[in-house]
T-cell receptor
Framework: KAGVTQTPRYLIKTRGQQVTLSCSPI?????VSWYQQTPGQGLQFLFE???????NKGNFPGRFSGRQFSNSRSEMNVSTLELGDSALYLC???????????FGPGTRLTVT | ELKVEQNPLFLSMQEGKNYTIYCNYS?????LYWYRQDPGKSLESLFV?????AVKQEGRLMASLDTKARLSTLHITAAVHDLSATYFC???????????FGKGITLSVRP
C-alpha cells in the first residue's frame, strides 16, 4: 500500500505571496490532519478533515485554510505569507475508528 | 488545555547502556503515541498505547502507559547509534484525531 504523499516537497516563496500544499492520504483513509513544525513552536495542529468536512481546527490565523476533496485528497492554503510561516508542513492520514496515524514526508516551506 | 511534557529534552547516551525517557500529559487521554524523527525527515510511528498498563516493545524500545499517573515511559535497552533521533510523544483526548505533541527528546548515542 502506498503511503501518504505530499507535494511539493520543497517550496520557496516571498512574503505576501500565497501557497497551496497538497496531501494524498493512504488509500481508504478518509481523515487527513495537517501540522506545522517549527524549531520554536514545535509540532502544532492546524486542522483535520473527514469526508470533506473540517472536523477540528487549531489556533492559527485565518490566513491558513484547507479543504478536502471527495477522493480524500486534501489541500492547505496559506495566504499573505509571513517569514514566520517558514516551516515543515506535515499531513497525517488515518482510517476511521483506527488509532494509527501515518505521516507523509512533509513539505518544507521557506518564506523569504 | 491539554499539555504534553517530555523530559529530558536532550539525552546523550552511551552505547550499550539502558535509559528511560518520560512523557507526562495534563488531562485524561484516550491514546498516546510515540514517534521518531530523524533530522530533516518526517515522523515515523513507533507505538500507539491505548489503555492503562499497555506495554509495547519493538527491538530495543519498550513503551508503557500509566493513565492514572498520566505518564508514559520509553525504555531503551543497550543503546546503539541507530537510535540517535528525536522522539516525540503525542496524546489524543476525546473523539477526534488532533494530536498534541510534546517538544521532543533528542537522543544522541556516543561510542
Amino acid at each position: 500500500k502506498a503511503g501518504v504523499t505530499q507535494t511539493p516537497r520543497y517550496l520557496i516563496k516571498t512574503r505576501g505571496q500565497q501557497v497551496t500544499l497538497s496531501c494524498s492520504p493512504i488509500s481508504g483513509h478518509r481523515s487527513v490532519s495537517w501540522y506545522q513544525q517549527t524549531p520554536g513552536q514545535g509540532l502544532q495542529f492546524l486542522f483535520e478533515y473527514f469526508s470533506e468536512t473540517q472536523r477540528n481546527k487549531g489556533n492559527f490565523p485565518g490566513r491558513f485554510s484547507g479543504r478536502q476533496f471527495s477522493n480524500s485528497r486534501s489541500e492547505m492554503n496559506v495566504s499573505t505569507l509571513e517569514l514566520g510561516d517558514s516551516a515543515l508542513y506535515l499531513c497525517a492520514s488515518s482510517f476511521q475508528g483506527a488509532p494509527e496515524q501515518y505521516f507523509g514526508p512533509g513539505t518544507r516551506l521557506t518564506v523569504t | 488545555e491539554l499539555k504534553v511534557e517530555q523530559n529530558p529534552l536532550f539525552l546523550s547516551m552511551q552505547e550499550g547502556k539502558n535509559y528511560t525517557i518520560y512523557c507526562n500529559y495534563s488531562t485524561t487521554s484516550d491514546r498516546l503515541y510515540w514517534y521518531r524523527q530523524d533530522p530533516g525527515k518526517s515522523l515515523e510511528s513507533l507505538f500507539v498505547l491505548l489503555s492503562n498498563g499497555a506495554v509495547k516493545q519493538e527491538g530495543r524500545l519498550m513503551a508503557s502507559l500509566d493513565t492514572k499517573a498520566r505518564l508514559s515511559t520509553l525504555h531503551i535497552t543497550a543503546a546503539v547509534h541507530d537510535l540517535s533521533a528525536t522522539y516525540f510523544c503525542a496524546v489524543i483526548s476525546g473523539a477526534n484525531s488532533k494530536l498534541t505533541f510534546g517538544k521532543g527528546i533528542t537522543l544522541s548515542v556516543r561510542p
